[in-house]
């Protein structure tokens, strides 16, 4: 799993690119990679509207949407497993209904 920074180190390493290190003497400094504080510095300009892009916040509701349908997904399969012993297998609409 990749490593978390707090947001506060993050805005540091973005303030010292800024400033006019380059991104290699920063990322050597503080021991972490070239491509964290590249990847950091896009999603800054993403979320400053200089670059087209999913902004921070649009991507963290990306992230809990997919967990969540990731999660009704697996209890949905649970409970069509459980019914197919039973024969009551319908379609996640809930079939046609009988005419009256």
């Excluded at 003497?25 to 491509?35: K, M, P, T, Y």
Aim: include cysteine.
């Amino acid at each position: 799993m990749p490593r978390s920074y707090p947001p506060e180190f993050r805005r540091k390493v973005l303030d010292l690119v800024a400033s006019g290190r380059k991104v290699a003497e920063v990322a050597q400094l503080l021991g972490i990679s070239d491509q964290t504080v590249c990847v950091w510095r896009r999603q800054h300009l993403i979320d400053t509207g200089q670059l087209p892009g999913t902004n921070s916040t649009d991507q963290s509701e990306l992230t809990a949407a997919r967990k969540r349908i990731a999660e009704l997904e697996a209890e949905l399969a649970i409970h069509r497993r459980a019914a197919e012993p039973l024969g009551e297998v319908t379609s996640p609409k809930g079939g046609s209904k009988p005419s009256a």
